[in-house]
């Protein structure tokens, strides 16, 4: 949080070229600083709050100082600061992700907004959905995957993977594995699990790629998996890692595999599941 503050105000002290249209923007440095909280340091949105002496707060830790200035421990009351909130409104800002590469500017009130669905913000780890809370660009998610969780790491467009399981009656622990495979300079995550879906046990294998949607959409994929002269094959469209795995999982977009049809390709007497996936990644022109 700090060190993202710091870099917002620096690029506000330095003229870059490209937004030299908008003059206002180098002469609101000091409306900036009055717009941050003096508390929590956070920005400030309407209602701005202030003490009869003009001390501001934000509205968040208006409700937390219990009605006492945390700057001259005056009684608070219920004063809006309106001027402010004015002020704020007249302003631009770039977006926080400007060293990432987002170049745009906003009214100060809709920067927030944007900055949601930034296309330059950061990505979670793709690993195990929520469990893990790194975030981070694309190339150090990549390194983050490889030496934190040790996930394999393949190079090609095409593959050929072996998911072997002692006991695959025990769907309840849904196990799942993920590999990463680069190809056209890009990562891609495999992701194969077993979960429950309504009462059937299933296994399923799906594609998702490390990076945005708009992006994602450029790629297919198929996916093949069979065994006793049978085979079910999947083709689709790698989904962004914007998206969870869980909602990936939960809309069952990829290849399932019911658990009877998945040991009946796993052969011998069923107590074992050992499936081969084939799987092939391509462009779209
Ligand atoms: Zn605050
Ligand atoms: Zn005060
Ligand atoms: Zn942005
Ligand atoms: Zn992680």
Redesign the pocket.
Known sequence: MAMAKSETAGALNKPTPGLGGKHGLYSTNGVHELLECPVCTSLMYPPIHQ?P?G?TLCSDCKVRVQNC?P??R?ELGNIRCLALEKVAESLELPCIYQSLGCHDIFPYYSKLKHEQHCRFRLYNCPYAGSECSVTGDIPTLVNHLKDDHKVDMHDGCTFNHRYVKSNPHEVENATWMLTVFNCFGRQFCLHFEAFQMGMAPVYMAFLRFMGDDTEAKKFSYSLEVGGNGRKLIWQGIPRSIRDSHRKVRDSQDGLIIQRNMALYFSGGDRQELKLRITGRIWKEE
Do not use: L, S, V
């Open positions: 003490c002496n001390h200035c700057t001259c005056y």
